[in-house]
């Protein structure tokens, strides 16, 4: 089963809206329209929990 809730990450997948990846942190939009920044030595796995819960990736 898909988890909504990634370790380590204070925010559910259905609280999350957009999110870009830049140099080594993850910015990310909320629904509620607060952005907050997100840092992981899991990045691969992080960007692949985003993309598989249809977080949209801005480039």
Do not use: C, Q
């Not at 920044?37 to 480039?59: C, S």
């Amino acid at each position: 089963m898909l988890s909504n809730k990634f370790p380590e990450f204070d925010y559910h997948a259905e609280e999350l809206s957009a999110y870009k990846y830049h140099v080594d942190v993850f910015v990310i939009l909320l629904k509620i329209g607060k952005i907050i920044t997100h840092k992981t030595t899991n990045v691969n796995e992080f960007a692949n929990w985003l993309d598989t819960h249809g977080i949209r990736k801005i480039d």
